[in-house]
């Protein structure tokens, strides 16, 4: 029987989470397994991979077949150097030596990582920082532009308010000059019936004499 690590899927839906396991290679993905040495959880950053080592190099003895996505995990954990050295000619020694400069070496990716991760966040910081020195210029710009607005919709209103007293006065001296006017052909008319009436008097008064001295001669004539 072929037999291949690999991973099978449990978990929720949008929260997934692995099981490595031994199975039989003719078997679906998620169908039954063998054995289970150890868990994969992606939605953790450090830490998501535990696998049983011992168990690991039993079947990687036993020629077991490995996923492309085990494979990668087993390198990353060192399991596949280990196993190569134990099954190679070379000394106690030499391997303690190359399985130090492994750990060396991920030592010096993980300070790298960690470098990159500083990098990264004072990038982001600086970048966050321009961002608020933006957004206060922005903010800084709109005050402004609304004191300028308030301030000329204030001189717009005055001016209004300036215009429309201006109006009324105006308005105010038109309707007296009216009214002046008004009370001029008034007071004439006042005077020229007056003057109408004194002469209609005198005219009256001219016939009454008339009329007396017609009949004065009228009766003299008699």
Request: glycine share 2%.
């Amino acid at each position: 029987m072929a037999t291949i690590m690999r991973l099978t899927r449990t978990g929720r839906r949008n929260r997934p989470y692995y099981r490595i396991v031994v199975m039989d290679s003719r078997k679906r993905r998620d169908g039954r397994y063998i054995e289970k040495i150890g868990t994969y959880d992606p939605i953790k950053k450090d830490d998501n991979v535990i696998i049983s080592e011992e168990r690991v190099q039993y079947w990687l003895n036993k020629g077991v077949q490995l996923s492309d996505t085990v494979k990668s995990m087993l390198s990353h954990k060192g399991i596949l150097l280990k196993n190569y050295l134990e099954n190679s000619n070379l000394s106690d020694e030499l391997k303690n030596i190359e399985i130090k400069k492994w750990e060396t070496l991920q030592k010096e990716k993980v300070k790298q990582r960690e470098a990159v991760k500083k990098v990264k966040a004072e990038e982001k910081s600086a970048k966050d920082k321009k961002e608020e020195s933006k957004e206060e210029t922005v903010e800084q710009k709109e005050t402004e532009d609304k004191k300028a607005a308030d301030k000329k919709d204030e001189t717009t209103e005055k001016k209004k308010e300036e215009s429309k007293k201006e109006s009324v006065e105006k308005k105010e001296t038109e309707d007296k000059k009216t009214a002046d006017k008004k009370d001029e052909t008034t007071e004439k008319k006042k005077e020229d019936k007056k003057v109408s009436k004194k002469q209609e008097e005198i005219k009256e008064k001219k016939d009454t004499n008339k009329l007396k001295k017609d009949e004065t001669e009228t009766e003299k004539s008699k």
